[in-house]
């Protein structure tokens, strides 16, 4: 683990956690020893959020072994639930912007899904990692011939290839073409996520900043991908996973241990859980 150094202005009141590569590991297992930090973060009078690129339903699981009383940030931030899934506010992208997005990543040869607040859409369901996905997020996809009949409610659109060269270049087409209408981040280097401007995570950081009245100097940060970038840059202490890139890491205050390590009760332990005594 690195640290660089940064200055104490003020303890850290609250820690936002991306999920998948950061709070559980390769295998999607919540640790004994991440949910134990938790606890302990709340022993210490610290707020504990998750933001992640899943819809709000398939991060039932964490949800429930956390006890969480925070707001919930599916979909980056697409939609914004309480622990019992009543919504508080949700970004939908336009139906003429998701249709662009879906013609962007079928010609780079990217299978496309498609999400609504509820539901999941995609062409096939053996396309590559749709299997996977379904056992990450605890409900299946339903299988349609055309997106175009569920555009009116879209909150993400994911380009999918393990063909990661062509993800980043679809990624930069897709930043260009949309400049300040939409977000094209990836979440994992065979992910893209395509969402409206404000569902992103630099934006979670901000709007829970104002619900819990919490300064940004007082709020740390944790995650491993390029998207979790967006909220290094907002908060005041920033920790990436060990398992992130170089790029990720060089953008973080601190780098903890990988997701197969521990990396996220190492961070608190470590980075966080110091600043609140």
């Known amino acids: 683990m690195k640290t660089q ?6 303890t850290v009141r609250l820690v936002i956690a991306d999920v998948d590569g950061t709070l559980v ?3 999607k297992v919540l640790t004994t020893r991440a949910i134990d930090s938790v606890s302990r973060l709340r022993e210490a009078h610290v707020l504990f ?3 992640s690129g899943r819809p709000p339903k398939g991060m039932k699981m964490i949800i429930d072994a ?10 980056n931030g697409g939609v914004v639930i309480n ?19 879906l013609r962007f990543i079928r010609e780079h040869g990217l299978d496309g899904w498609l999400y609504t607040e509820t539901d999941w859409y995609v062409l096939d369901a053996n396309a590559p990692h749709v299997g996977r996905e379904q056992w990450t997020v605890k409900f299946p996809p339903t299988v349609v011939s055309d997106f175009g009949p569920h555009l009116e409610h879209v909150v993400k659109i994911v380009g999918v290839s393990d063909d990661l060269p062509a993800v ?11 400049g300040p209408r939409i977000s094209a981040q990836r979440s994992q280097p065979y992910y893209l996520d395509v969402t409206n401007l404000n569902a992103n995570k630099g934006e979670v950081v901000l709007m829970l900043s104002k619900l819990l009245e919490i300064p940004l100097e007082q709020i740390a940060t944790i995650g491993d991908q390029p998207n979790d970038v967006l909220m290094f840059e907002k908060s005041g202490v920033s920790i990436a996973m060990g398992n992130a890139s170089t790029e990720v890491q060089s953008a973080a205050t ?3 241990t990988s997701n197969e390590e521990e990396g996220f009760a190492n961070a608190m332990e470590r980075f966080v859980l ?3 005594l």
Not at 5 to 10: A, D, G, I, M
Not at 83 to 101: C, G, N
Not at 168 to 178: L, N, S, T, V
Request: proline content about 9%; aromatic content about 6%; hydrophobic content about 45%.
């Open 254 to 256: 601190n780098v903890t």
């Open 5 to 10: 150094p940064h200055l104490r202005t003020s």
């Open 274 to 276: 110091p600043l609140c």
């Open 49 to 51: 959020a998750i933001t």
């Open 83 to 101: 622990p019992d899934f009543s919504v508080i506010a949700s970004h939908l992208v336009s139906p003429d912007l998701a249709a662009e997005a």
């Open 25 to 27: 590991t390769q295998d």
């Open 66 to 75: 956390l006890s969480l009383a925070e707001p919930i940030f599916g979909f």
């Open 168 to 178: 980043a270049r679809c990624e930069k087409e897709i930043q260009a073409w949309g």
